[in-house]
């Protein structure tokens, strides 16, 4: 018998053919099952393969900021460049609703920028890594993961940045910055759940390239980051926390700000968050064996 030479969907244990067995006894047998675990993933071989998804994440970081200038002040100048966009052009009809509205802005910019590279990264890292995927075994999804994780890198620089600015707009942290770290924990889930979906259609069909720039474009208008929440009539701010970015980004600001999170809002986000990772994980591993077929 001829092992393949990657195993995908199977447990191997040993390597030899049946008939062997009888003419030598001490021979390993190769037992192949159904993987077995979460949604069909293995989470030990997940942990085995850590220092690949610390490589792959390590790598993303480097060519993010390969030959460049500035290097990581790219991580500040994307949301302070935008922040004053919006501040110059709606910052005085907000100015009676919002005291501070350059840093409500920024606020909300943070997480809904480390969320949107998130699915563009994402989305792009099967068809990026075709060399890889093609020629070595490990758990595919680790690509994916590697390029949603390395954004936590500029998320945490503008976030020291924005711990900078609190106290010249006269803002003291409360105990609610604590909801911080779990809503970002949120936050990469849902982008690695959307990023991992991405990246598998990119695969089979490469109009996908195009579509998530336009659909990033359209999903930040319905997120809370230039607009004050409630703007929308309430009708349709009934329905927004269904949209993951929506409640993440503001229950994010509020925490940031001291003040009170809703955690209403938080939760319904949430539980929308841990629904488009179940999706994208399980579409990416029903397809995940074609793609060195089809890349």
Request: charged letters at 15%.
């Amino acid at each position: 018998m001829t092992c393949p030479a990657v195993v995908d969907e199977c447990t191997l244990e040993a390597r030899t053919a049946d008939g062997d067995r009888d003419a030598h006894p001490e021979a390993p047998l190769t037992v192949i099952q159904p993987r077995t675990g979460w949604l069909g993933i293995d989470l030990t071989e997940l942990w085995r393969y850590r220092e690949l998804l610390g490589f792959l994440t390590w790598r993303d970081i480097k060519v993010r900021y390969k030959q460049t200038i500035l290097g990581a002040s790219w991580a500040l100048i994307q949301p302070l460049a935008t922040m004053a966009v919006f501040t110059l052009f709606l910052g005085r009809n907000a100015a009676g609703a919002v005291e501070g509205y350059s840093l409500f802005v920024f606020a909300g910019l943070l997480p809904w920028i480390f969320f949107a590279n998130g699915l563009s990264s994402g989305g792009q890292s099967i068809v990026g890594n075709q060399n890889l995927v093609t020629k070595v075994y490990f758990p595919r999804l680790l690509i994916p993961m590697g390029a949603v994780v390395a954004g936590l890198v500029d998320l945490a620089i503008a976030f020291g940045l924005l711990l900078i600015m609190l106290p010249f707009y006269g803002i003291t942290p409360s105990w609610s910055i604590l909801w911080a770290p779990v809503i970002v924990v949120l936050l990469t889930a849902a982008a690695f759940g959307v990023g991992a979906l991405l990246s598998a259609l990119t695969v089979a069909y490469r109009d996908f390239r195009h579509v998530v720039p336009f659909l990033t474009q359209l999903w930040m208008f319905a997120t809370p980051t230039i607009y004050l929440q409630g703007s929308m009539g309430e009708s349709l701010d009934r329905w927004l926390p269904l949209n993951p970015a929506h409640g993440l980004v503001a229950s994010f600001r509020q925490a940031v700000l001291g003040q009170t999170v809703d955690l209403r809002v938080l939760g319904i986000s949430a539980l929308v968050s841990v629904a488009l990772l179940m999706l994208g994980v399980l579409y990416f591993r029903k397809v995940e064996r074609s793609f060195a077929d089809v890349i």
